[in-house]
C-alpha cells in the first residue's frame, strides 16, 4: 500500500516540487508542452516516457540549467526562472551522461563533490562515511571509479549528488546500463532517502522501475498524458477486459481477433496472446469466436493490467485527438 | 567561493597527475622545443664552405688565404686552379663561397697599385649571403696593413660596440621569443582542452547543476595551469641560461609578473576557446591556430615588427606575445628597469582582463 500513501496524503503535505503549464521549445519543436504537476516532500516520483519524449528537458529545467519558454515552475519554494542559484544549491542531479570522474578515486570523487557543495571538515568526514556505506565501497576507496562495476558507479555517482543532503533529487535515468542486481539495490536506497523525507524525482523508460514509483507521470511527445498512483492509473481499464489468451497456434488467433471492433489492443508474447477489450462483457463472445476458428484448445482468463497497457491506453487516446 | 575553486583546482591537478601525457607535453615539451630552436634555428653563420682559386701563389695570396681560415668562420672546401670550376662547385652546394686572388695580386699590392679579390657568393639564401660578405669584408680590411707592409690610417673609423648581446649570438635574440611562444602555446591549448574534455565526457553538465559559478570554475580551471606554466617557464630559462649562456640581467621579480600576466592571458584565451568548441579536437585546432602562429609570425619571435607591411603591423598590436617578447627582452637582456617597459605591461595588463572578461561572461551564458 506504499504507493497509496503518497496520494491520499498529498493535499496535507508539502509540495517542494512544482510545475504550471510549464513548456519549452526548440525553434519549431516543442520539447516540453504545458506540463503541470505537484510533487510532495518525501515522495517518489515517477516520469515515465520513452526518449525524446521531454523526460530530461523538463528535468533541466527544474535543476535551473534550461529556463523555461513560458509557464512557471517552483523548486524547494524557489522559482525556477528567476532563483536557479539558490535551487542549485538545495537539489542533487545525476544527470543521464555519466556523471563521475574515472580518472579520480571514490575519495577523491567525493571530496570534489563534496567542495562544490561546500561540505568540509566534521561535516564531510561523516557524509564520506554514509556515502562509503551505502556504495559499500568501504575498502575501494582509494580506487580508480574507471576501475568500478556499473553498479558501484551508479550508487557512487548517487551519493555524491547528495552529499550536501539536499531536500529534492532528481535522477534522469540512474540505472541504464546497470544489470538487475544492482538496479535492485539501488532503488532499495531510493526508497531510503524517501522514508528519510528526501523527495526524488526520477525519470525511466522501463515500467518496472515506474512500477517502485509512488506516483507516475507519463510523458508523450511533451505533453503529460496521466499522472497518478500505480494502482489508480490502471484502473482505467474495466475489471476483466484485460485478457490473456493460451493456444496452440497463437499466431493464427492474433490474425483472427486484432482487427475486431471490440478488441482495442493485442499483442503476441511467445505462445500467448494479450488482449484489452472495450468491455469485460465482450470477453465471452471473442471466446467463442476464437474456438469456432479453430485455433486449437485455448484458454483464456482476466488478468491485471500492466502499466505498459495503460501507457499504450493514453498514446492511444491522446494519438486520437490530436489533429490530423 | 574559495573552497569551491580549490576544490576545482586540486580536482584538476589530480586529473593532471594521472594523464602522463598532458603532464609531460606541458613539462616537456618546452625543453624539446628550447633544444629544437635554440641549436637548429640558429641565423649564425660558421663553418662556411670556402673555395680557393689562388692564381697569384704568393706569400702575399697565401697570407689572404690563411686570414679567410684562421677568422674561425671559413673553412677550406675546395682549392681550384681554374676559375671555372667555381660555378659547378657553387651549384652543388660543395661550396658557399670562393675566394679568387688574381695573378697580378702580389705585384699590384708590391705597387701599392688598386688590387682587387674577387670573392663569389651563393646568394640563393639571400641572409646567409650577406652575413658572408659581412665576414669577409672585415677580414680583408684586417688584413690589408699587413699584406701591404703599411699602416693605413683611415681619416674616419666607425668603431662597433655591441652592447646587451656582444657575440650578436642568435640564441640569445630568440630564447625570450621562445619562451612567449612555449607558454602561449601550453597554457591555451591545457585549458580548452581541460574544460572541453568535461564537456565532452559529461561531467560539465553535473558541474553545472552545482552551486559552482562561472569565475569559480574559470580560476579553479585556470590556476592549476598558472602554477604549471611559471614552473615550465622557470625550467625553460634555466635551461636557457645553461645551454646557451642567456644572461638574466634584469630583476627576477619583475621576470616573474610579466611572466603571469602574459600566462593568464594565454589562460584566459584558453578558457574563450573552450566555450567555443564542443569537442576536444576543435579546441585543441582553434587554440593551436590562434596561438601558435601570430606568436610565431606577428610577434617579432622572429621577424622583426618594424620591417613587417603597416597592416602587419597593426595585427599585430593585438598578439600579447609581442608585448611580452618586448618587455622580456628587455629585463633579460638589457637589465632595464619598468620605465623602459611599462607600456607593454599596461599592454598585457589590458588584454588579459579583457580576455578574462569575455571568457566569463561566455561561461556564464552557458553556466
Known sequence: MRAAVGASQEATREVVVSASELSRTFGDFVAVDQVSFAVARGEIFGFLGS??????????????????????????????????????????????KFSLYTDLTVDENLRFWAGTYRVWGNEFARRRDWALNVTGLESRQRALVADLPGGYRQRLALSCALLHEPPVVFLDE?????????????????????????????????????????????MHAGR????????????????????????????????????????????LFGDRLRAVLRSADDAQTLESGLRSAGCGPLTVRATAPSLEDVFIHYIRQAGSKAPP | ?????????????????????????????????LLIYGFALSFDVTDIRLGVVDLSRTSASRRVIESFLESGYFVRA????????????????????????????????????????????????????????????????????????????PPVEAVPLVWYNPDLKSSIFLVPGLLAFILMVSSVIATALAVVREKERGTMESLRST?????????????????????????????????????VRGSLFWLAVVTLLFLAGGLGWGIFISTLAESQQVAFQLGIISSMLPTLLLSGF??????????????????????????????????????????DVVALIIYGALVLLAATARMMRSL
Open chain 1, 174 to 218: 540512474p540505472t541504464g546500463g546497470v544489470d538487475p542486481e544492482a538496479r535492485r539495490d539501488f532503488w532499495d536506497l531510493i526508497d531510503d532517502l524517501s522514508e528519510g523525507g528526501t523527495t526524488v524525482f526520477v525519470t525511466t523508460h522501463s515500467m518496472d522501475e515506474a512500477e517502485r514509483c509512488h506516483r507516475v507521470a507519463l
Open chain 1, 51 to 96: 526518449n525524446g519524449a521531454g523526460k530530461t528537458t523538463t528535468i533541466r529545467m527544474l535543476c535551473g540549467l534550461l529556463s523555461p519558454t513560458s509557464g512557471k515552475g517552483t523548486v524547494a519554494g524557489f522559482d525556477i526562472a528567476t532563483e536557479a542559484p539558490a535551487i542549485k544549491t538545495r537539489i542533487g542531479y545525476m544527470s543521464q
Open chain 2, 1 to 33: 567561493m574559495i573552497r569551491r575553486i580549490l576544490a576545482i583546482a586540486v580536482k584538476e591537478l589530480l586529473q593532471l597527475r594521472r594523464d602522463w601525457r598532458t603532464a609531460g607535453a606541458l613539462l616537456g615539451m618546452p625543453v624539446v622545443l
Open chain 1, 224 to 267: 503529460l498524458l496521466a499522472l497518478d498512483t500505480i494502482p489508480r492509473l490502471k484502473k482505467v481499464f474495466p475489471e476483466g477486459s484485460v485478457l490473456e489468451i493460451e493456444c496452440a497456434d497463437a499466431a493464427r488467433a492474433l490474425e483472427r481477433i486484432e482487427d475486431l471492433p471490440e478488441v482495442v489492443d493485442v499483442a
Open chain 2, 302 to 343: 622572429i621577424f622583426p615588427i618594424s620591417s613587417m607591411p603597416r597592416a602587419l603591423q597593426i595585427i599585430s598590436t593585438i598578439v600579447p606575445a609581442r608585448y611580452f617578447i618586448a618587455a622580456l627582452r628587455a629585463i633579460v637582456l638589457k637589465g632595464v628597469g619598468p620605465e623602459m617597459w611599462w607600456h
Open chain 2, 211 to 247: 552551486p559552482v559559478r562561472a569565475l569559480e570554475l574559470l580560476l579553479g580551471k585556470t590556476l592549476p595551469y598558472l602554477l604549471v606554466g611559471s614552473v615550465s617557464a622557470a625550467g625553460t630559462l634555466f635551461l636557457a641560461w645553461a645551454l646557451f649562456e642567456v644572461p
Open chain 2, 78 to 153: 675546395a682549392t681550384l686552379d681554374d676559375i671555372r670550376a667555381v660555378d659547378g662547385l657553387l651549384a652543388k652546394e660543395a661550396i658557399q663561397a670562393a675566394l679568387v686572388i688574381p695573378e697580378d695580386f702580389a705585384d699590384n699590392a708590391a705597387a701599392l697599385q688598386p688590387t682587387a679579390l674577387l670573392f663569389v657568393l651563393d646568394g640563393a639564401d639571400s641572409q646567409t649571403a650577406n652575413t658572408i660578405l659581412g665576414y669577409a669584408r672585415q677580414i680583408v680590411a684586417a688584413t690589408t696593413p699587413e699584406i701591404l707592409d703599411v699602416e693605413i690610417r
